[in-house]
């Protein structure tokens, strides 16, 4: 299994941790690929109720790993696999909790909107930078969020990309549950442990009822994301902020 990847089952639950402190847990295609495995393999095992996404360190995600993006040729297989995760997560049979500190960015936020009940640390700080980098938002976040906060909050945080906090999260419904750092596993853990105990099929069947209305549509959006990601990577613009980003990292 990849080192960055870790799953633990505890009972019913499936812990699926992001272990890549080095890094702020930035995905690499690797991981991306690991994560979809683990999501498919715990919708169709039936001695796994519940999913419970988790992260070591002080960072949930810090969104993609640019420079192990942009090492992959022409990005088109690159874009398959994310895509691929993104399609798993939105149709994972089994519901998904989330524990979330410190920085999300980028698909560390959009992947939240997948999960059905997300537990945050009182220091997250999310972001969707897409726009900045010369990119378009992804993850079906250009469908689901303007229906969760309407167009101009949701033009707001996914072109002007500024950061917002753990009280905004869950005033806008992206977020269930604040808590301080110290308990966040602990909390998360006993929301995704509530959650195993109730009738498994109920739980399932009520996830899937709630997302059919929209779910076709979901997947083409996050398809036409892909697509128009793709078109945008290599673009003069994305390619000039890339090199500014790594440029400022490196001078860190």
Known sequence: MNEFVLAEQNNDVLEII????????????????????????????????????????????????????????????????????????????????????????????????????????????????????????????????????????????????????AEKALNIGLINQVVTCDILLKSARARAARLALLPSQSVQTSKMLMKKAYLQQLHHVMDEEGSLFHERLYSAEAQQAFMQFLQNKSSQ
Do not use: W
Not at 110 to 136: E, R, S, Y
């Open 18 to 165: 992001l272990n890549r402190t080095a890094k702020k847990n930035a995905l690499t295609l690797s991981m991306y690929e690991q994560l979809t495995q683990l999501l498919d393999s715990a919708s169709e095992n039936p001695e796994i109720n519940v999913v419970l996404i988790r992260a070591e360190g002080t960072s949930f995600c810090a969104g993609n790993d640019i420079q192990d993006f942009i090492s992959v040729g022409d990005g088109a297989d690159a874009i398959k696999i994310i895509i691929g995760f993104l399609h798993q997560l939105a149709e994972c049979k089994k519901p998904i909790v989330a524990a979330v500190q410190g920085n999300a960015v980028g698909i560390g936020t959009t992947m939240l909107l997948h999960c059905d009940l997300v537990v945050a640390a009182d220091d997250i700080n999310c972001q969707m930078p897409f726009v900045k980098l010369g990119l378009i938002p992804e993850g079906g976040s250009t469908l689901l969020f303007p229906s969760m906060v309407g167009h101009r909050q949701a033009f707001e945080m996914m072109v002007e990309g500024g950061p917002f906090n």
